[in-house]
Each structure stands twice: as C-alpha cells, then as structure tokens.
C-alpha cells in the first residue's frame, strides 16, 4: 500500500509540474536591414502560454562589438498571428547551414560558481535535442563573464521550448536571455532576444 501510494504521489507531481511548463512560441518575425545605420529592425509575434505578444525593435552593435536592443513597441492580447509588412521580409538563413531553420542562442547571465551546473545542463539540453531531432549543439564558451551556447536547430519550435522548459525546471529561465541569430548581409548575423520579452540592453551575442 506504501509503494502504491508514494507511486500515485510521484505521478501526481509529475502532472503538475508538466502542467505548469510554459508554453512558448516564435508565430512570426519579419526584418528590415538598414545598411546606412548598420542596424536590423525587427517586429516579432510571440505566444507565451495564451497570450500573443507584438513586439518591435532594433538590434545593432556598439563599438566594442556587442549586440545593442532597443525595443520601440511592445503590445499585450494582439489577436493577430501573421506580421503583415511589405517594408519587412522573413529571415532567410545562411546557405551553408540550408539544411536548419534558425539557431538558438542561450547567454548565461551568472557563471560564478555555477559553470559545472551550466555544463551539466547543456549536457542534459543535448541528449534531450537529440532524442526528439531537433537540434545539434554549436558551442558552449564561458568568456567576457557570461556563458554563451548556441543550437542549430531542425525545428526551431520544438527546440526551443525544449530549452526554455528544462531552463525553467532549473530554476534558471530568469538568468538567461534567450534569443535567436538574425542574418542581416550575407553570412554577416547578429542575435535578437526573444525572451525575456520586454528585454533591450547591451550583450555579448559571442
């Protein structure tokens, strides 16, 4: 009787705690590269749980080769999911990574004493990733005092709610940004956050 009551505890928590997973989505992005400013502008569609969320902004680097965001709009309950803008066009990747469709990124705000942890996670994020073949890990590097990794993905959706669950489960989904590579000219990209949403802020992209 123990074991089968300790048994249904388990279960119970189980269904708990997936029931409070957030559900996160990218439904749609669109960009404008203005080479004259060297900046991309962004506008951005992002489900989390059930709510949609609008966002507009720009992301450009400051001398010293970090990534600047600056957010101009930011809409809550937008009953839309499609971006309609002919100024604005999706994101087309790199053709040397063609057979992907986007890149993760993952910046760790707080490495001090927690890089084993860090380790550990990427570790459990690429068995996950390649048990559903979502995505390949690039790199994990701790440099200029934060943790960057990224993941080339198959499914840029299922990826990154992998990421963002487990991150959450960690406990860590409030040290990280979150983001995706955004290819402006060529081969040349930079990264634009995606969560925490209302993020802008100076970062190292990598």
């Known amino acids: 009787m123990k074991y ?3 048994s249904a505890l388990v279960i119970v928590l189980s269904c ?3 029931a409070q997973n957030t559900k996160i989505r990218l439904l749609d992005s669109k960009y404008y590269y203005k ?12 489900s989390l749980d059930s709510t949609t969320y609008y966002i507009e902004g720009n992301i450009s680097f400051d001398n010293e080769g970090r990534t600047i965001q600056k957010l101009d709009k930011f809409k809550k309950d937008v009953d839309y999911t499609k971006i309609e803008d002919s100024d604005y066009v999706s994101m087309s990747m790199d053709p040397m990574f063609k057979e992907y469709d986007g890149i993760v990124y993952i910046q760790f705000k707080k490495i001090e004493g927690n890089k084993e942890h860090i380790k550990k996670l990427i570790a459990r994020l690429d068995e996950e990733l390649m048990h559903n073949d979502s995505a390949v890990n690039n790199y994990l590097d701790f440099d200029k005092g934060v943790g960057i990794a ?3 993905s198959k499914d840029f959706d299922e990826a990154f709610q992998t990421i963002f669950s487990l991150l959450e489960e960690e406990g860590m989904i409030k040290d990280v940004l979150l983001g995706k590579r955004v290819y402006m ?5 930079n990264i634009e956050i995606l969560y925490p949403l209302k993020y802008e802020g100076t970062f190292w992209s990598f």
């Open 4 to 6: 089968i009551l300790t």
């Open 16 to 18: 708990i705690a997936f």
């Open 35 to 46: 080479s004259s400013e060297s900046k991309t502008f962004y506008k951005s569609l992002i």
């Open 150 to 152: 990224e993941y080339f």
């Open 185 to 189: 000219d060529g081969d040349d990209y």
